[in-house]
C-alpha cells in the first residue's frame, strides 16, 4: 500500500524569506502523480502544484516549486518570497496513474509566516 | 466557471440520525471523489464515482455510501450515525482521467451530539 508522510507538523518562515515542506512517500508503482495542496482557514483545499513521476524535469508555479527525488521517494515543496497570503496548512498527496482517482495524503505541515 | 459546491456547509446531527451531504462538480467534470478530514485521522478517501458508477472505494463501514446521478452531482449517506463521524467531508472533482487534478470545495463540517 502506498504511504505520504509529513514530518514536519509546523513550520514558521520570515515573510519575504524562502521555506522548504518535506515529503516522503512509499510506492512499488512506477506510474503516479504527485500533489501539493493548500488549506487556509476557509477549509478550502487549494491545489499549489503536481508532478508527474515519469518527468524528470521538477514542477515550478510562480514562487513555488518542488524537488523530485524519484529515487528517493522524496518530493518536498519550496517557497519563496513568503507572503502572509502562504499561512495555511499544506499537504503533500499521492495518486496512481490508473483512471481510479484516489488521493492519499500526508498528515500536512503548518506553515506559519511571521511579519 | 463554478467551482465545486457543497451543501449544506454545516450541519448538526444527533446520534443515531442519518445525513446526506450534497456535491456539484465544476461543469464538465465527470468524477466526484469524497474524503473525510477529521485532527486524528487525517485526510481518508472514501469513495470516488464516475459517470454514476462506484469505481473506488476506501476502507469504510457500509454505513457509508454515495450515489451519482447523470449530472455528475454526488451524495453521499451516512446511516446510523457516531460521534465519530464528526469531521469536515471533502468533495473534489476532475474530469476523471488519470493525468487530470482534482478541485475541491468548501467542505461541509458534520458535528454529530
Known amino acids: 500500500a502506498q504511504t505520504v508522510t509529513q514530518s514536519q507538523p509546523e513550520m514558521s518562515v520570515q515573510e519575504a524569506e524562502t521555506v522548504t515542506l518535506s515529503c516522503t512517500y512509499d510506492?512499488?508503482?512506477?506510474?503516479?502523480?504527485l500533489f501539493w495542496y493548500k488549506q487556509p482557514p476557509s477549509r478550502q483545499m487549494i491545489l499549489v502544484i503536481r508532478q508527474e513521476a515519469y518527468k524528470q524535469q521538477n514542477a515550478t508555479e510562480n514562487r513555488f516549486s518542488v524537488n523530485f527525488q524519484k529515487a528517493a521517494k522524496s518530493f518536498s515543496l519550496k517557497i519563496s518570497d513568503s507572503q502572509l497570503g502562504d499561512a495555511a496548512m499544506y499537504f503533500c498527496a499521492y495518486r496512481t496513474g490508473d483512471s481510479n482517482y484516489q488521493l492519499i495524503w500526508g498528515a500536512g505541515t503548518k506553515l506559519i509566516i511571521k511579519p | 466557471k463554478a467551482g465545486v459546491t457543497q451543501t449544506p456547509r454545516y450541519l448538526i446531527k444527533t446520534r443515531g440520525q442519518q445525513v446526506t451531504l450534497s456535491c456539484s462538480p465544476i461543469s464538465g467534470h465527470r468524477s466526484v471523489s469524497w474524503y473525510q478530514q477529521t485532527p486524528g485521522q487525517g485526510l481518508q478517501f472514501l469513495f470516488e464515482y464516475f459517470s454514476e458508477t462506484q469505481r473506488n472505494k476506501g476502507n469504510f463501514p457500509g454505513r457509508f455510501s454515495g450515489r451519482q446521478f447523470s449530472n455528475s452531482r454526488s451524495e453521499m449517506n451516512v446511516s446510523t450515525l457516531e460521534l465519530g463521524d464528526s469531521a469536515l467531508y471533502l468533495c473534489a472533482s476532475s474530469l476523471g482521467f488519470s493525468s487530470t487534478e482534482a478541485f475541491f470545495g468548501q467542505g461541509t463540517r458534520l458535528t454529530v451530539v
Open positions: 510506492t512499488s508503482e512506477s506510474d503516479y502523480y
